[in-house]
């Protein structure tokens, strides 16, 4: 193909002022915008939708012993790792380890001693609690040794390479931990541990994950995983290619693990002992988005489940990402799931998988996500005997099922409610308390019992004996079941009550009336009271009592959904907002609630919860709350029942609310719900943060694609602002309109990799996933794509422009510098080819077998910025029409080299800080030359002062080609697969390589040559 002519016609190498002046102020307005959107979605961000802090302050004495017997002998790792225990001053005082095992892994940049909070409270609650007072219920509880890794807070987040490295160290560290029990002496009761407990902050959850999957995973060593804010369902950042290939390859062991396909006659499941749990902090977390900790896609309920932190009870409270692991109620909550699933007489030195998980689900979830889950699991077999005198069962005092106060009282008092004798399956006894629910007989508290008229069976299930007789009188006993197990601790809600981890709670009981139709009474024995309190009971039907709201509709977006409770419906409601699933969306609610006439029991206490994963927050006093949630996100996988047009066949996944009122109260209330639209745009980032490197380089490439096609075809290479006003003019209104108006079965076909996970049921009852294709580029497959989009779009656009600025204004100055200091321009003669195949050899050499491609990539950037400089001097000195096009040449490949920074940046940071502690050791991945190689020579090339040469036909087509292909694939693919951005520029680059070689030649412009 015959290369286009090197003149251009004479009117096309200059712009008028009045063109200049028309396309300055386009470029200004959309960088405005920009600047504006931006502006506001940081507003967002950092001051609405915030939940609030409440970790209490903590206190410890921490030692470590390092243990210095693992050394290189036990693994290659160890002359760069480390391996500690925990001791906690005043409890722990053997050096030796003479517990339970557990190691804790600390996540990126973390140091191992982040153990210390967890391992501090689990030494006292075992000696303080279960040794002093032996109130723990499980018995065979033995005191915990922490073992924790120092990876010199390696930046596991960036490098899967690193990842894989302490996975299979921390492997080698549980063979080495194990071998020391072996020769410490044991009770005979007790067995020496063969698998070691595991507690995993951010990254450090995914390298645990890692280990069950290398080859020198020893079997059965690891059978219990907590992770802390670990994000499992998708890597936070998409820049390196090892690390997206480790978590697929991960995921999908865990996933073919436990979900078989159909048609395998033999299945094998190397973790199905393992129990996964995995706390979320919510949105406090602003390092890795709480949507990621979802174990749903991979890990059956039967192993696992993900629980935020709000949703624990006692602990009711977001947590950001380095509290989680020393947040004072987040660590008691976790230190008791240790000691109570620990069992030193097991060589697995815990119990079954089935208790283990009941414990896990009685502790950190909230009880009232599947109510119905107690009868299924529940006998009810009469465990309390109740021994009553001086009256007769006749004569006890009956209640209604309404509230009831009482006051302060030295004796005991017994009130009880008659059970009506129901079997529909919607209808519940609910019973809501300021009081204390105890097993058998306390102070100061209440007991809470369903009995039958008369007594049935002997003693032998008798656990608990209430005698309310005195020893000269009659007496006459029931037997009754003790309710206590299944009552869930709500926090309390008054006046006085701001939050929901206040202190205070309330208790509550529910069960339906069809599974409790054996007993007669529910009895309440109200012990020595030191205050008054009260007793709220309802018969609730939950079909009656459950509303809908549409928030999202037309008619309410703006306005608002509006719903009145009357006092006639009762002290409980349940609402479900329509179609709230995604996480983008933030809505606010209002209770308009006036005080009740009487003295008021409690002021409304509101529940917002969905459940996968399980969140639920807490609102007591509500009044006016900010609702945000973690639901359907952009790319995480989910289960969920799917259809064949890819549209969610159920409606599980809503948003609900739960709301408790004062039944007694005679005012009716009303609750308002709107969307948030400002307090939303703060969702954006967490979950969009690549966005900002990936629709940008979209831009870039398609303006590049304008100004090589003008430079092709008229021979001036224009300016980046000029081309980019041309882009906004007749490009950009284009592809926003296409972004709003394409239907999502369209855009489904430029979709990423199927990220949704349908939920079925073989004939065998065997829960499986299966893959269905449902999310587009941006993760969603909702209307909200027809917004999301273009914002991006718009944001991407005006940040372009606003860097080419910023950039052109600072090399300007440098320039100026250079000048006053009267520093001579460089020349480059004729000789550059050989310097340019030295450097070339180099960065190869470098690349192959030391350093990453990565820091030959941002190299190769300072040395095109010292080339802009010199042609910034170059044009001042003689502004002709060759200069023009080789500066503004220069200034656009600078764009493209900066915009691809944050794809390199992470990789080269891990480098450098690899190389200022370990100078001597070769980096350990990314040592493929060719990754880089064409970059360095193409601005090698370029900076000798040949400009591109002009082309045409199909070679110009080509370029064009590249350009809307790495435009259309950082749109619709960058997100979650950026790594390959700096593949497909890199192609690009050679390309051009390409272009000089068989259309360069030593006459075009050496543009300095003149400028010695």
């Given at each position: ?303 696992g489940f993900t629980v935020f932190t709000s ?415 041309m882009f906004s003019k007749k490009i950009l ?13 369209f855009v489904k076909l430029f979709s990423s ?260």
């Open positions: 193909m015959a290369r286009a002519d090197a003149a251009a016609p004479a009117n096309t190498s200059s712009i008028s002022p009045t063109e200049q002046c028309h396309h300055s102020r386009l470029n200004v307005y959309i960088a405005g915008i920009a600047v504006g959107l931006l502006s506001a979605i940081a507003y967002s961000f950092l001051y609405l939708q915030l939940d609030t802090k409440g970790c209490k302050p903590i206190y410890m004495a921490p030692s470590y012993t390092l243990i210095k017997n693992f050394d290189t002998k036990h693994s290659q790792f160890s002359s760069k790792y480390s391996l500690y225990l925990y001791r906690e001053q005043g409890y722990d005082f053997s050096p030796e380890p003479d517990g339970i095992p557990v190691l804790f892994i600390p996540g990126n940049a973390g140091s191992y001693k982040q153990a210390r909070s967890i391992a501090a409270e689990a030494a006292h609650a075992y000696y303080d609690v279960i040794r002093e007072k032996g109130v723990y219920p499980n018995k065979n509880a033995k005191n915990l040794d922490f073992f924790t890794a120092d990876f010199n807070e390696d930046l596991t987040a960036f490098h899967g390479r690193t990842l894989l490295d302490q996975a299979e160290y921390l492997n080698d560290a549980i063979a080495f931990i194990l071998s020391m029990y072996s020769s410490n002496p044991t009770k005979d009761t007790e067995s020496l541990p063969k698998s070691v407990i595991i507690i995993g902050h951010s990254m450090g959850g995914i390298v645990a994950r890692t280990m069950l999957t290398l080859p020198n995973y020893l079997p059965d060593s690891i059978n219990t995983i907590l992770t802390l804010s670990t994000p499992h369902a998708v890597p936070p950042e998409t820049f390196d290619w090892d690390m997206v290939t480790i978590y697929d390859q991960i995921n999908n062991y865990w996933r073919d693990s436990f979900f078989c396909k159909r048609e395998l006659s033999k299945c094998e499941n190397n973790l199905d002992s393992v129990a996964l749990i995995s706390i979320a902090g919510g949105k406090l977390d602003q390092v890795v988005p709480s949507d990621y900790a979802s174990v749903s896609s991979f890990l059956p309920s039967t192993n949703s624990i009870p006692k602990v009711w409270t977001g947590v950001d990402h380095l509290a989680i692991v020393w947040c004072d109620q987040c660590r008691k909550a976790i230190a008791r799931a240790l000691l109570e699933i620990v069992d030193v007489r097991q060589t697995s030195q815990t119990i079954g998988l089935h208790d283990r998980m009941a414990v896990f689900t009685r502790l950190f979830m909230t009880g009232l996500e599947q109510p119905s889950l107690k009868s299924s699991l529940n006998t009810f077999a009469s465990d309390t005997l109740v021994t009553f005198s001086d009256f007769s069962i006749k004569s006890l005092e009956k209640w209604k099922p309404v509230s009831q106060s009482f006051n302060s009282s030295r004796q005991p008092r017994i009130q009880l409610i008659d059970i009506p004798k129901r079997y529909g399956q919607e209808e519940y006894i609910t019973v809501l308390t300021d009081r204390n629910v105890f097993s058998g007989k306390h102070q100061d508290g209440i007991n809470i019992l369903l009995c039958s008229k008369e007594f049935v069976g002997g003693t032998e299930q008798i656990l608990h004996s209430i005698s309310l007789a005195t020893s000269d009188s009659a007496h006459s006993n029931i037997s009754c079941f003790d309710t206590a197990s299944d009552i869930v601790i709500l926090p309390a809600s008054t006046s006085a009550v701001r939050h929901a981890y206040d202190g205070d709670t309330f208790s509550y009981l529910k069960y339906r009336l069809a599974d409790i139709v054996k007993f007669d009474y529910l009895v309440f024995i109200l012990s020595d009271t030191s205050h008054e309190g009260f007793i709220s009971t309802e018969i609730v039907d939950s079909t009656a009592q459950s509303y809908e709201m549409a928030p999202l509709s037309i008619d309410n977006i703006f306005r608002g959904s509006r719903l009145q409770l009357t006092p006639s419906d009762g002290g409980f409601a349940e609402i479900r907002l329509t179609d709230a699933t995604s996480s983008i969306l933030s809505y606010k609610l209002s209770v308009v609630h006036l005080k009740c006439d009487h003295y008021e029991l409690f002021t409304p206490l509101l529940r917002q919860f969905i459940e996968d994963p399980y969140e639920s927050k807490y609102f007591p006093n509500a009044q006016d709350v900010e609702l945000n949630f973690h639901g359907s996100a952009p790319f995480v996988p989910i289960a969920e029942r799917i259809d064949q047009n890819c549209e969610r066949s159920d409606r599980s996944r809503d948003l609900r609310l739960q709301i408790w009122l004062d039944p007694n109260c005679s005012h009716h209330t009303d609750i308002v719900i709107k969307m948030d639209l400002l307090g939303s745009l703060g969702n954006l980032v967490m979950r969009y943060r690549t966005a900002l490197a990936t629709f940008p380089l979209a831009v870039v490439a398609i303006v590049l694609s304008i100004q090589f096609n003008r430079y092709n075809q008229e021979g001036i290479f224009i300016s980046f602002d000029f081309a980019f006003d209104p284009v592809l926003i309109i296409a972004l709003v108006v394409l239907p999502a079965n990799t199927p990220q949704s996970l349908a939920l079925e049921k073989d004939e065998a009852s065997k829960i499986k996933l299966t893959p269905v294709d449902c999310y587009v580029g941006l993760g969603l497959n909702e209307p909200l794509n027809s917004v999301i989009g273009p914002l991006f779009l718009i944001i991407a656009a005006g940040f372009c422009i606003t860097l080419y600025y910023v950039l052109t204004g600072l090399l300007m100055i440098i320039a100026k510098l250079l000048d006053l200091l009267s520093l001579k321009q460089g020349s480059l003669n004729s000789g550059s080819r050989l310097r340019i195949f030295g450097m070339v050899s180099i960065i190869f050499g470098s690349v192959l077998t030391y350093m990453p491609f990565q820091t030959a990539y941002v190299v190769g950037f300072l040395l095109h910025l010292g080339t802009c400089v010199r042609t910034i001097r170059a044009r001042a000195l003689s502004d002709t029409k060759e200069t023009t096009s080789y500066s503004n040449g220069s200034l656009s490949i600078m764009m493209l080299l900066a915009i691809l920074l944050p794809v390199n940046i992470p990789i080269f940071i891990v480098w450098v800080r690899g190389f200022l502690f370990q100078w001597n050791v070769p980096f350990s991945s990314h040592h493929n030359p060719l990754s880089v190689i064409p970059i360095i020579m193409f601005v090698e090339l370029f900076g000798s002062g040949e400009m591109v040469p002009r082309v045409s036909g199909s070679w110009s087509f080509g370029s064009s080609v590249i350009f809307y292909y790495l435009a259309v694939y950082a749109c619709f693919y960058g997100m979650m697969n950026a790594y390959w951005l700096h593949y497909i520029t890199n192609f690009f680059y050679c390309w051009l390589i390409v272009v000089y070689m068989r259309f360069g030649k030593k006459k075009s412009g050496k543009v300095f040559e003149k400028q010695g």
